[in-house]
């Protein structure tokens, strides 16, 4: 059983900045890539930032400049920092993994999400 827990959405003005972990836990063998997701009210979900084991970071064009992804293989846990936050970056932000556990060489497992509002 492999679990994802997000933690450090919440409320802030535009401008501001808000950090966001995800740390995985359970039965894991090898974490490959990890990433961050976001969905607004009627939107697809879409694809934020994400990172590979090996550290390698992609991120959409329009927070590229504005927010960061790390990573901590040690304790299996990525990270988004994101500043100059605008109101176009409120949504409920969700946490993926590519997980080896000993049952499956690869799954997707995610995040139950936080929300992360910027108000004008």
């Known amino acids: 059983q492999v679990q994802l827990v997000e933690s450090g959405g919440g409320l802030v003005q535009a401008g501001g900045s808000l950090t966001l972990s995800c740390a995985a836990s359970g039965s894991i063998r090898i974490i490959y890539t990890m990433a961050w997701y976001r969905q607004a009210p009627g939107n697809q979900r879409e694809l934020v930032a994400a990172i590979t084991n090996s550290l390698t970071p992609n991120y959409t064009d329009s927070v590229k400049g504005r927010f960061t992804i790390s990573r901590d293989n040690a304790k299996n846990t990525i990270y988004l920092q994101m500043n100059s936050l605008l109101p176009a970056d409120t949504a409920v932000y969700y946490c993926?993994?590519?997980?080896?556990?000993?049952?499956?060489?690869?799954?997707?497992?995610w995040g139950q999400g936080t929300q992360v509002t910027v108000s004008s």
């Open positions: 993926y993994a590519d997980i080896s556990t000993p049952a499956a060489a690869g799954y997707d497992y």
